[in-house]
C-alpha cells in the first residue's frame, strides 16, 4: 500500500514544515476534519468487506494516530517556542530601583520611656502621670519648698500669670516630683509608681534645654530604706544598660522633698573617646558621673500627700530621661533631641518594632 | 565655693593626702567639683642661679647663661629676658616640664646653634600673674635646687559645692569640722581673741525691725589706716577662693566670711550721720548699691540706715555712699542677724545675688556675732591699725537650740545600715550636737537644716558613710510581673509604633510657641502664656501640635529634604476646672512635598493631598482601636484647614475623633512654609474605649458558605453629593444581602450632564444558605437603585 505510505510520508514532512500554530491548526483540518483526507479514509472502511476491513483499518487507524501524534507534538514544539520568544522579549532591567516606600522612626526619647516602663514593670512599678501646667503647691509647697525656701530660686521656673481657684500660682512643672503627691494623696500607700514625663526649667545653654523629660520613681511601703533604694537603682541600671559592672557611688547630698538626700554617681570608662557606663569609677581610666538625685521621702511630703510617716517609709529619684538615652545611644548633643530633623531621626531614630520587651533585652542594638 | 588647702589646715589638723580630703569631701556630702594644684602645673620647675651670663654669638637680644641647678654640673640655658644676669636667682623649667601658660613641653634644643637645656620662665608664663617684662627674679636666699612648687608653696585650690542646707559649711571651718568627724584629723576651732574696747560705741547702734533684723551688734574702730593693701596671707585666701582683693578693710570683711560663714559690714563713719539703725525701707526709698547699681525698695524690706537715708540693703549689699574707700579712718563694723525668708523675699524683689545673701538667707550661726565681731575687729586692727571701742548690741539673735528626741534604731529602719550606738554617739557629738544619755539631741542653732530625726539619721549615715549601705531587693510580689501599663499608655505606645511602621518619623518638639502661632490654632483667651518665657518665640503653650511639626518640617524643606513626613505623640494645653489646665493627650502628623519622587516607572514626582492626610488619620485610628467603619466624614476641621479639602472624623454628630486635610494657604503664608502641606490631628482623649469584656477569644469563626457575587452600578447624581451620602444609601438597601459597596469610579465632563457627576459603585451581594435567584438578584437591585433615587442618583443607561 504505497498509497497509504506515501501520504503517511508527505503529512509527516508537511506538519513538521510548519512555522506557525495556524498553518498546522490548517493541515490538522485537512487531514483530520470532517472532511479531512485521513477522515475520508476511515469512511471508506464501512465499503469494504470484513476480511478488507480486517487488513486496512489497522493501517488507516495507525496512519491517523501518528498524524494526530505528530500535530500533538508539533503544537507543543511550537508553544514552547512561542513562549520562549516572549519570555524573551519580556526581559526587565532589575538594576532599576524599586519603588521605594518611606521609612519611620520611633524617637529615642519615647523608646526609653518604653524601655523603662517595661523594667519597672518587672519591679511591680506602674506607670503615672500628672499635668505639666502645674501649681506652685504641688510643684514646691508640698515637697517641703515653702514659698521662701532658697531651693525655689534654683529651680528656674516658667510661671504664668494665672493662679488657680485656690489662689495657687500656676507654672510649668520644673521635674516630675509633684507627681508623687498626686499618686500617693490618691492611692495612698503601699505605692510603686514611675512618672516619666516633660519638664520646664529655664535654662538653655549647650547641655541644657528649656524643655527637657524626667522620670520619677517612688516607693512607699512599710520598712523601706536606703538599702532598697540602692538596690533598686542598682538593678534599674543594670538592666538598662545591660551590663552587670554598672557600680554606683552614693554620695550624701540636699533636696528639700527627702531626708537623708543621696546624688547617685555612676562609674565610667573611657572607650575610643567616649564614656561608656560600667566599672568602678575609681579605677585606672574609669571616672563618676552625676547620674541622679534620690532620698528617703521627707516625712513632712508623706504628711503633705497624706500618708502616715509612722508607719510608712520609702524613696524616691528623679533621673533625667534625654541624658539617659545619650548615655546609651550615643547623642552628644541634646538641642537635637527637639529639632524633628530627619536626618536626626534616621540616623537615632528606631524602628517600629524594636518594640523593648525583657526576653529579647530592652535596648535595641546598634 | 573655693578655698585653699593651706587655709583649709587653719582649721584641721591632718596628714591626710589631697585625694584623701577630696574622696572624703564626697563621702561626707560636699561635692568636690575640682581641685587645681598649682603643684601640678609646677612640676618640672626649679629654683635656680644664674653663674654667668654672656652674649649669644648670633643674636643681639640673646643671652647664654650657665645655671646653677642645685646637682650636678651646671646647665647652659639661652634666655632673651633683659633681666637674666650673672648671680641672679630665677625658676628653671628643665627638659620634659610643661610651660602652664601655653602646654608647651619644654626640650633640650639648639637656639641659633647653640644649645640650650632649659628655661627660665617669667610671671606669666607660669600663670603666677601678668608680668611679662624679664624672668621672674628670687629673693637672695631662694635655695638652689629646691622645686619651685615647694618653694612658692602653691596650695591646692578645692572647689566644692555646698548645698543649700548647709550655710554652716559656706565657711572653711564648716568644712573642717565636717572632715574631723568624717575622720579626717582633728577640728581646731578658730581662737577667738579678746578685745578690750576703749570706751562706748559713738555711734547709736538701734533695731526698729525685730522681725527682720532680731540682732545688730556694731563697734567702732578709729583711726584705721586703708591705703595700703591687706597682708599677702589675706590676699593668698580670697586669691584661692576666687575673690579680688579690694582695699584692706573689705578684704578683712570678705576673709572673715570666707573662714567663718559670717557675713560683716563696714561703715565710714564720716558717711553716717545719726543713730544706725535696722528699720523698714519706705516704699519707694533708694539706694546705690555697691556693685553700682540704684535699687528701690518697699516696706517689706529690712535696711540699715541713718538719718540722711539708707546705707545697706541688710544682709544683701552695702551702700556705695558709706562703703570703706581709701580715705576712710573711722569705721562701724556691722554684724548683725537678718531673718532667712526675708532675706530671700528681698533678695529675689531685687534680683540681687551676693555672697552675703546666699549665707544669710540659708541661716548663719546665730550664737557667732560676738566671736564674729571679736575676730573682724582683730582682723582689722592687725592689717589697717586703730583703736577699737566697746561693742554696741541692739537686739538678741534667735540662739534657743532645737532639742530632737531621737531614737538610735531609726539609723537603721531609715539608712539600712546598722551603727553602734556609741559611734553614732560620736559622730553627732562630733559635729557638735550634744547627745543626752536618754538620746535627746540638742542640735547646734547653726545647723538650720535640722527639722526632725530623719536629718539626724542623714548625719549619721553620711559620717559613717553610705558605702556601708547594702544593697537590698524590694520585697517582689509572687510570680511573673504584672501588666502596668495605662490605657492611655497601651494606646499611644501602640500609635507611636503604628505610624513609624507607616513611615512617619516622630518629632519631639518645643511645648511652647511663638504667641502669633498658638493664636493661629486657638482662641487667645484660651491659652496659656508665660509670664516670663525664655524667648519670644517660647511663650505660649501648644493649643495644636501642628505648628511645631510645620516649624520642624519647615527647617527640613530648609536643608533640602524633598518631602518630610512628621508625627508627635503630646499634649495641648487648655484652660480647665477650676483654673487648673485641661491637657489633651494627641497625635499630630504632617506630611509636606512629595509623596514619592520622581521615578523611571512613574515619572513626576507626587505631592501630597487630602487623601494622603484621610489615609493616615484612619489607619492610625484603625490601630487605636477606634470604630473607623462607623465614623462620619464632617465638615469644621477650622479655620487653619484649606476649607474645601479637609474634614473632621466623626463618631456620632459630637464626638471629634480626627481632623485632616490640607493646610489654609494662610497658615502656609503666616508659617512661610511652602505648600501644599496636609495634617492630621488625632484626638487621642476622643477615642472611645473598645467595647467588649477583658477576654482575649474572638467570636466564633463563621466563613460564609456560598461565594459572594458582585454588581456593579453606575449612577448620575448632582455634582455635589458626597459619595459617602450614596454609599450608605446603596448599602442600607438591603442590609442583609449587601454587605459592602465601594466607589470604583468618579467622572464627570464629556457624555455627563452639566452639574452632574457620574459615580460607579461596587455592591457585594452575600447569599445566606442557599444561592441568589435571579428573582432575587433583580429584587436587591431595584432596592439599590430606588435607595440611591432618594438621593438624586439616576441609573446610567
Same mark, same amino acid.
Given at each position: 500500500?504505497? #498509497? !497509504?505510505?506515501?501520504?503517511?510520508? =508527505?503529512?509527516?514532512?508537511?506538519? +513538521? @514544515?510548519?512555522?506557525?500554530?495556524? $498553518? /498546522?491548526?490548517?493541515?490538522?483540518?485537512?487531514?483530520?476534519?470532517?472532511?479531512?483526507?485521513?477522515?475520508?479514509?476511515?469512511?471508506?472502511?464501512?465499503?469494504?468487506?470484513?476480511?478488507?476491513?480486517?487488513?486496512?483499518?489497522?493501517?488507516?487507524?495507525?496512519?491517523?494516530?501518528?498524524?494526530?501524534?505528530?500535530?500533538?507534538?508539533?503544537?507543543?514544539?511550537?508553544?514552547?517556542?512561542?513562549?520562549?520568544?516572549?519570555?524573551?522579549?519580556?526581559?526587565?532591567?532589575?538594576?532599576?530601583?524599586?519603588?521605594?516606600?518611606?521609612?519611620?522612626?520611633?524617637?529615642?526619647?519615647?523608646?526609653?520611656?518604653?524601655?523603662?516602663?517595661?523594667?519597672?514593670? #518587672? !519591679?511591680?512599678?506602674?506607670?503615672? =502621670?500628672?499635668?505639666?501646667?502645674? +501649681? @506652685?503647691?504641688?510643684?514646691?509647697? $508640698? /515637697?517641703?519648698?515653702?514659698?521662701?525656701?532658697?531651693?525655689?530660686?534654683?529651680?528656674?521656673?516658667?510661671?504664668?500669670?494665672?493662679?488657680?481657684?485656690?489662689?495657687?500660682?500656676?507654672?510649668?512643672?520644673?521635674?516630675?516630683?509633684?507627681?508623687?503627691?498626686?499618686?500617693?494623696?490618691?492611692?495612698?500607700?503601699?505605692?510603686?509608681?514611675?512618672?516619666?514625663?516633660?519638664?520646664?526649667?529655664?535654662?538653655?545653654?549647650?547641655?541644657?534645654?528649656?524643655?527637657?523629660?524626667?522620670?520619677?520613681?517612688?516607693?512607699?511601703?512599710?520598712?523601706?530604706?536606703?538599702?532598697?533604694?540602692?538596690?533598686?537603682?542598682?538593678?534599674?541600671?543594670?538592666?538598662?544598660?545591660?551590663?552587670?559592672?554598672?557600680?554606683?557611688?552614693?554620695?550624701?547630698?540636699?533636696?528639700?522633698?527627702?531626708?537623708?538626700?543621696?546624688?547617685?554617681?555612676?562609674?565610667?570608662?573611657?572607650?575610643?573617646?567616649?564614656?561608656?557606663?560600667?566599672?568602678?569609677?575609681?579605677?585606672?581610666?574609669?571616672?563618676?558621673?552625676?547620674?541622679?538625685?534620690?532620698?528617703?521621702?521627707?516625712?513632712?511630703?508623706?504628711?503633705?500627700?497624706?500618708?502616715?510617716?509612722?508607719?510608712?517609709?520609702?524613696?524616691?529619684?528623679?533621673?533625667?530621661?534625654?541624658?539617659?538615652?545619650?548615655?546609651?545611644?550615643?547623642?552628644?548633643?541634646?538641642?537635637?533631641?527637639?529639632?524633628?530633623?530627619?536626618?536626626?531621626?534616621?540616623?537615632?531614630?528606631?524602628?517600629?518594632?524594636?518594640?523593648?520587651?525583657?526576653?529579647?533585652?530592652?535596648?535595641?542594638?546598634? | 565655693?573655693?578655698?585653699?588647702?593651706?587655709?583649709?589646715?587653719?582649721?584641721?589638723?591632718?596628714?591626710?593626702?589631697?585625694?584623701?580630703?577630696?574622696?572624703?569631701?564626697?563621702?561626707?556630702?560636699?561635692?568636690?567639683?575640682?581641685?587645681?594644684?598649682?603643684?601640678?602645673?609646677?612640676?618640672?620647675?626649679?629654683?635656680?642661679?644664674?653663674?654667668?651670663?654672656?652674649?649669644?654669638?648670633?643674636?643681639?637680644?640673646?643671652?647664654?647663661?650657665?645655671?646653677?641647678?642645685?646637682?650636678?654640673?651646671?646647665?647652659?640655658?639661652?634666655?632673651?629676658?633683659?633681666?637674666?644676669?650673672?648671680?641672679?636667682?630665677?625658676?628653671?623649667?628643665?627638659?620634659?616640664?610643661?610651660?602652664?601658660?601655653?602646654?608647651?613641653?619644654?626640650?633640650?634644643?639648639?637656639?641659633?646653634?647653640?644649645?640650650?637645656?632649659?628655661?627660665?620662665?617669667?610671671?606669666?608664663?607660669?600663670?603666677?600673674?601678668?608680668?611679662?617684662?624679664?624672668?621672674?627674679?628670687?629673693?637672695?636666699?631662694?635655695?638652689?635646687?629646691?622645686?619651685?612648687?615647694?618653694?612658692?608653696?602653691?596650695?591646692?585650690?578645692?572647689?566644692?559645692?555646698?548645698?543649700?542646707?548647709?550655710?554652716?559649711?559656706?565657711?572653711?571651718?564648716?568644712?573642717?569640722?565636717?572632715?574631723?568627724?568624717?575622720?579626717?584629723?582633728?577640728?581646731?576651732?578658730?581662737?577667738?581673741?579678746?578685745?578690750?574696747?576703749?570706751?562706748?560705741?559713738?555711734?547709736?547702734?538701734?533695731?526698729?525691725?525685730?522681725?527682720?533684723?532680731?540682732?545688730?551688734?556694731?563697734?567702732?574702730?578709729?583711726?584705721?589706716?586703708?591705703?595700703?593693701?591687706?597682708?599677702?596671707?589675706?590676699?593668698?585666701?580670697?586669691?584661692?577662693?576666687?575673690?579680688?582683693?579690694?582695699?584692706?578693710?573689705?578684704?578683712?570683711?570678705?576673709?572673715?566670711?570666707?573662714?567663718?560663714?559670717?557675713?560683716?559690714?563696714?561703715?565710714?563713719?564720716?558717711?553716717?550721720?545719726?543713730?544706725?539703725?535696722?528699720?523698714?525701707?519706705?516704699?519707694?526709698?533708694?539706694?546705690?548699691?555697691?556693685?553700682?547699681?540704684?535699687?528701690?525698695?518697699?516696706?517689706?524690706?529690712?535696711?540699715?540706715?541713718?538719718?540722711?537715708?539708707?546705707?545697706?540693703?541688710?544682709?544683701?549689699?552695702?551702700?556705695?555712699?558709706?562703703?570703706?574707700?581709701?580715705?576712710?579712718?573711722?569705721?562701724?563694723?556691722?554684724?548683725?542677724?537678718?531673718?532667712?525668708?526675708?532675706?530671700?523675699?528681698?533678695?529675689?524683689?531685687?534680683?540681687?545675688?551676693?555672697?552675703?545673701?546666699?549665707?544669710?538667707?540659708?541661716?548663719?550661726?546665730?550664737?557667732?556675732?560676738?566671736?564674729?565681731?571679736?575676730?573682724?575687729?582683730?582682723?582689722?586692727?592687725?592689717?589697717?591699725?586703730?583703736?577699737?571701742?566697746?561693742?554696741?548690741?541692739?537686739?538678741?539673735?534667735?540662739?534657743?537650740?532645737?532639742?530632737?528626741?531621737?531614737?538610735?534604731?531609726?539609723?537603721?529602719?531609715?539608712?539600712?545600715?546598722?551603727?553602734?550606738?556609741?559611734?553614732?554617739?560620736?559622730?553627732?557629738?562630733?559635729?557638735?550636737?550634744?547627745?543626752?544619755?536618754?538620746?535627746?539631741?540638742?542640735?547646734?542653732?547653726?545647723?538650720?537644716?535640722?527639722?526632725?530625726?530623719?536629718?539626724?539619721?542623714?548625719?549619721?549615715?553620711?559620717?559613717?558613710?553610705?558605702?556601708?549601705?547594702?544593697?537590698?531587693?524590694?520585697?517582689?510580689?509572687?510570680?511573673?510581673?504584672?501588666?502596668?501599663?495605662?490605657?492611655?499608655?497601651?494606646?499611644?505606645?501602640?500609635?507611636?509604633?503604628?505610624?513609624?511602621?507607616?513611615?512617619?518619623?516622630?518629632?519631639?518638639?518645643?511645648?511652647?510657641?511663638?504667641?502669633?502661632?498658638?493664636?493661629?490654632?486657638?482662641?487667645?483667651?484660651?491659652?496659656?502664656?508665660?509670664?516670663?518665657?525664655?524667648?519670644?518665640?517660647?511663650?505660649?503653650?501648644?493649643?495644636?501640635?501642628?505648628?511645631?511639626?510645620?516649624?520642624?518640617?519647615?527647617?527640613?524643606?530648609?536643608?533640602?529634604?524633598?518631602?518630610?513626613?512628621?508625627?508627635?505623640?503630646?499634649?495641648?494645653?487648655?484652660?480647665?476646672?477650676?483654673?487648673?489646665?485641661?491637657?489633651?493627650?494627641?497625635?499630630?502628623?504632617?506630611?509636606?512635598?512629595?509623596?514619592?519622587?520622581?521615578?523611571?516607572?512613574?515619572?513626576?514626582?507626587?505631592?501630597?493631598?487630602?487623601?494622603?492626610?484621610?489615609?493616615?488619620?484612619?489607619?492610625?485610628?484603625?490601630?487605636?482601636?477606634?470604630?473607623?467603619?462607623?465614623?462620619?466624614?464632617?465638615?469644621?476641621?477650622?479655620?487653619?484647614?484649606?476649607?474645601?479639602?479637609?474634614?473632621?472624623?466623626?463618631?456620632?454628630?459630637?464626638?471629634?475623633?480626627?481632623?485632616?486635610?490640607?493646610?489654609?494657604?494662610?497658615?502656609?503664608?503666616?508659617?512661610?512654609?511652602?505648600?501644599?502641606?496636609?495634617?492630621?490631628?488625632?484626638?487621642?482623649?476622643?477615642?472611645?474605649?473598645?467595647?467588649?469584656?477583658?477576654?482575649?477569644?474572638?467570636?466564633?469563626?463563621?466563613?460564609?458558605?456560598?461565594?459572594?457575587?458582585?454588581?456593579?452600578?453606575?449612577?448620575?447624581?448632582?455634582?455635589?453629593?458626597?459619595?459617602?451620602?450614596?454609599?450608605?444609601?446603596?448599602?442600607?438597601?438591603?442590609?442583609?444581602?449587601?454587605?459592602?459597596?465601594?466607589?470604583?469610579?468618579?467622572?464627570?465632563?464629556?457624555?455627563?450632564?452639566?452639574?452632574?457627576?457620574?459615580?460607579?459603585?461596587?455592591?457585594?451581594?452575600?447569599?445566606?444558605?442557599?444561592?441568589?435567584?435571579?428573582?432575587?438578584?433583580?429584587?436587591?437591585?431595584?432596592?439599590?437603585?430606588?435607595?440611591?433615587?432618594?438621593?438624586?442618583?439616576?441609573?446610567?443607561?
Amino acid at each position: 500500500m504505497t #498509497d !497509504l505510505a506515501n501520504m503517511r510520508d =508527505t503529512a509527516l514532512a508537511r506538519i +513538521d @514544515d510548519t512555522g506557525d500554530a495556524a $498553518a /498546522l491548526e490548517a493541515l490538522r483540518v485537512e487531514f483530520l476534519g470532517k472532511q479531512g483526507s485521513i477522515s475520508g479514509l476511515m469512511k471508506t472502511l464501512g465499503k469494504m468487506t470484513p476480511e478488507e476491513r480486517q487488513t486496512e483499518a489497522p493501517k488507516i487507524q495507525s496512519l491517523r494516530g501518528d498524524v494526530a501524534d505528530a500535530i500533538a507534538a508539533k503544537k507543543e514544539q511550537l508553544e514552547e517556542a512561542e513562549l520562549e520568544a516572549r519570555l524573551a522579549s519580556e526581559v526587565l532591567d532589575l538594576t532599576l530601583p524599586a519603588p521605594a516606600t518611606p521609612k519611620g522612626s520611633v524617637h529615642p526619647v519615647s523608646q526609653v520611656m518604653d524601655e523603662l516602663a517595661e523594667i519597672f514593670a #518587672d !519591679l511591680g512599678f506602674t506607670v503615672a =502621670t500628672g499635668p505639666e501646667i502645674e +501649681d @506652685d503647691w504641688h510643684n514646691f509647697t $508640698a /515637697l517641703n519648698m515653702a514659698e521662701t525656701h532658697p531651693a525655689r530660686a534654683m529651680h528656674d521656673t516658667f510661671y504664668f500669670p494665672d493662679v488657680d481657684t485656690d489662689g495657687r500660682r500656676m507654672l510649668l512643672r520644673t521635674h516630675t516630683s509633684p507627681v508623687q503627691i498626686r499618686s500617693m494623696a490618691e492611692q495612698g500607700a503601699p505605692i510603686r509608681i514611675i512618672a516619666p514625663g516633660r519638664v520646664y526649667r529655664s535654662d538653655s545653654d549647650a547641655t541644657h534645654t528649656p524643655m527637657f523629660h524626667q522620670v520619677e520613681g517612688l516607693v512607699i511601703d512599710k520598712g523601706i530604706h536606703l538599702g532598697h533604694l540602692k538596690w533598686t537603682l542598682e538593678t534599674f541600671l543594670k538592666a538598662f544598660f545591660e551590663r552587670d559592672d554598672i557600680v554606683l557611688r552614693l554620695r550624701p547630698s540636699y533636696f528639700p522633698f527627702t531626708e537623708p538626700s543621696v546624688e547617685v554617681d555612676v562609674g565610667w570608662q573611657d572607650v575610643n573617646g567616649r564614656r561608656v557606663l560600667g566599672g568602678d569609677g575609681d579605677a585606672p581610666g574609669h571616672g563618676w558621673m552625676e547620674l541622679l538625685g534620690s532620698g528617703m521621702v521627707n516625712r513632712r511630703v508623706l504628711e503633705f500627700a497624706g500618708v502616715d510617716p509612722d508607719v510608712y517609709s520609702g524613696f524616691a529619684w528623679g533621673l533625667g530621661v534625654d541624658r539617659l538615652a545619650m548615655l546609651k545611644y550615643g547623642m552628644d548633643d541634646l538641642r537635637a533631641f527637639f529639632d524633628g530633623d530627619y536626618r536626626w531621626a534616621e540616623h537615632y531614630g528606631f524602628s517600629p518594632f524594636d518594640q523593648p520587651t525583657l526576653s529579647a533585652g530592652v535596648g535595641a542594638r546598634a | 565655693m573655693k578655698f585653699s588647702l593651706e587655709w583649709l589646715k587653719h582649721f584641721l589638723d591632718t596628714d591626710a593626702s589631697l585625694a584623701e580630703i577630696a574622696a572624703a569631701l564626697n563621702r561626707i556630702g560636699h561635692e568636690v567639683e575640682g581641685i587645681e594644684d598649682p603643684a601640678d602645673k609646677l612640676a618640672g620647675f626649679r629654683v635656680a642661679k644664674v653663674l654667668t651670663a654672656e652674649k649669644h654669638p648670633d643674636a643681639d637680644k640673646l643671652q647664654v647663661l650657665s645655671v646653677d641647678t642645685g646637682d650636678g654640673e651646671p646647665l647652659q640655658v639661652v634666655c632673651g629676658a633683659p633681666n637674666a644676669r650673672s648671680g641672679m636667682k630665677g625658676v628653671l623649667g628643665l627638659p620634659g616640664a610643661v610651660v602652664p601658660a601655653n602646654g608647651m613641653e619644654l626640650r633640650k634644643s639648639a637656639i641659633r646653634g647653640v644649645e640650650s637645656n632649659g628655661m627660665m620662665c617669667s610671671v606669666r608664663e607660669l600663670e603666677l600673674g601678668d608680668e611679662h617684662d624679664g624672668i621672674i627674679e628670687l629673693p637672695e636666699d631662694a635655695p638652689v635646687g629646691e622645686s619651685f612648687a615647694d618653694y612658692s608653696d602653691a596650695s591646692p585650690v578645692f572647689d566644692v559645692a555646698i548645698t543649700p542646707n548647709r550655710p554652716d559649711c559656706m565657711g572653711v571651718m564648716g568644712i573642717a569640722r565636717d572632715l574631723a568627724a568624717g575622720g579626717l584629723g582633728t577640728f581646731k576651732p578658730v581662737e577667738v581673741p579678746t578685745i578690750d574696747g576703749e570706751g562706748p560705741c559713738p555711734v547709736e547702734i538701734r533695731t526698729d525691725d525685730p522681725e527682720g533684723c532680731p540682732a545688730f551688734y556694731g563697734r567702732v574702730i578709729r583711726g584705721v589706716d586703708n591705703t595700703k593693701p591687706s597682708p599677702e596671707w589675706i590676699q593668698r585666701g580670697l586669691k584661692a577662693a576666687g575673690q579680688r582683693p579690694i582695699s584692706a578693710l573689705v578684704d578683712c570683711t570678705n576673709y572673715l566670711m570666707l573662714a567663718c560663714g559670717r557675713p560683716a559690714h563696714v561703715y565710714d563713719v564720716a558717711k553716717l550721720s545719726g543713730p544706725v539703725v535696722a528699720r523698714r525701707a519706705q516704699d519707694g526709698e533708694t539706694i546705690g548699691a555697691l556693685n553700682e547699681k540704684t535699687y528701690t525698695l518697699d516696706d517689706t524690706m529690712t535696711v540699715i540706715a541713718d538719718d540722711a537715708g539708707v546705707h545697706d540693703i541688710g544682709g544683701i549689699m552695702g551702700g556705695e555712699h558709706s562703703g570703706a574707700t581709701e580715705g576712710t579712718t573711722d569705721v562701724l563694723l556691722e554684724i548683725a542677724y537678718f531673718d532667712p525668708e526675708r532675706i530671700g523675699v528681698t533678695g529675689r524683689k531685687l534680683g540681687l545675688a551676693s555672697d552675703a545673701r546666699t549665707r544669710f538667707e540659708r541661716g548663719v550661726d546665730p550664737t557667732f556675732l560676738d566671736d564674729g565681731l571679736a575676730l573682724l575687729t582683730d582682723l582689722i586692727v592687725q592689717t589697717c591699725g586703730g583703736a577699737p571701742t566697746e561693742v554696741a548690741r541692739a537686739g538678741k539673735p534667735p540662739v534657743e537650740p532645737m532639742v530632737v528626741p531621737f531614737d538610735p534604731a531609726l539609723t537603721s529602719r531609715l539608712g539600712g545600715v546598722d551603727v553602734a550606738e556609741d559611734e553614732q554617739r560620736r559622730i553627732l557629738t562630733e559635729l557638735d550636737f550634744k547627745v543626752g544619755p536618754d538620746w535627746q539631741v540638742t542640735c547646734p542653732p547653726r545647723r538650720h537644716d535640722i527639722e526632725g530625726p530623719a536629718d539626724l539619721v542623714e548625719e549619721v549615715v553620711r559620717i559613717h558613710g553610705l558605702d556601708k549601705v547594702a544593697s537590698v531587693a524590694l520585697p517582689r510580689a509572687d510570680g511573673v510581673a504584672q501588666p502596668t501599663a495605662s490605657p492611655l499608655q497601651k494606646l499611644e505606645r501602640k500609635l507611636r509604633r503604628a505610624a513609624a511602621a507607616r513611615g512617619l518619623n516622630e518629632a519631639v518638639t518645643w511645648s511652647f510657641l511663638p504667641t502669633a502661632d498658638a493664636e493661629h490654632f486657638a482662641d487667645g483667651a484660651q491659652l496659656w502664656v508665660l509670664d516670663n518665657p525664655i524667648s519670644e518665640d517660647m511663650k505660649a503653650m501648644r493649643p495644636s501640635l501642628i505648628p511645631g511639626l510645620l516649624a520642624a518640617a519647615k527647617r527640613n524643606a530648609d536643608r533640602g529634604a524633598p518631602g518630610t513626613r512628621l508625627f508627635e505623640i503630646g499634649r495641648r494645653y487648655f484652660r480647665g476646672k477650676n483654673g487648673s489646665s485641661d491637657e489633651k493627650p494627641t497625635l499630630g502628623v504632617v506630611l509636606v512635598g512629595e509623596k514619592t519622587p520622581r521615578g523611571w516607572a512613574q515619572g513626576k514626582a507626587s505631592q501630597f493631598d487630602a487623601f494622603d492626610a484621610k489615609a493616615e488619620a484612619l489607619a492610625l485610628l484603625e490601630a487605636a482601636g477606634a470604630p473607623v467603619d462607623n465614623l462620619m466624614v464632617m465638615s469644621e476641621a477650622g479655620d487653619q484647614f484649606h476649607p474645601g479639602q479637609s474634614a473632621t472624623l466623626r463618631l456620632g454628630p459630637k464626638n471629634v475623633l480626627a481632623r485632616f486635610g490640607a493646610l489654609h494657604p494662610k497658615t502656609l503664608k503666616a508659617f512661610d512654609v511652602d505648600g501644599p502641606v496636609v495634617a492630621v490631628e488625632v484626638f487621642l482623649d476622643s477615642i472611645p474605649a473598645k467595647k467588649g469584656g477583658s477576654g482575649f477569644a474572638r467570636p466564633t469563626y463563621t466563613p460564609p458558605a456560598l461565594q459572594a457575587i458582585t454588581r456593579d452600578f453606575a449612577f448620575l447624581v448632582p455634582a455635589d453629593l458626597a459619595a459617602a451620602d450614596l454609599v450608605r444609601a446603596v448599602r442600607g438597601a438591603d442590609k442583609q444581602a449587601i454587605v459592602s459597596a465601594r466607589v470604583f469610579d468618579v467622572f464627570a465632563g464629556q457624555g455627563v450632564p452639566e452639574g452632574k457627576k457620574s459615580v460607579a459603585v461596587e455592591v457585594v451581594l452575600q447569599p445566606g444558605e442557599k444561592s441568589f435567584t435571579d428573582e432575587e438578584i433583580k429584587a436587591i437591585s431595584d432596592k439599590v437603585i430606588a435607595a440611591a433615587a432618594k438621593q438624586g442618583a439616576e441609573l446610567r443607561g
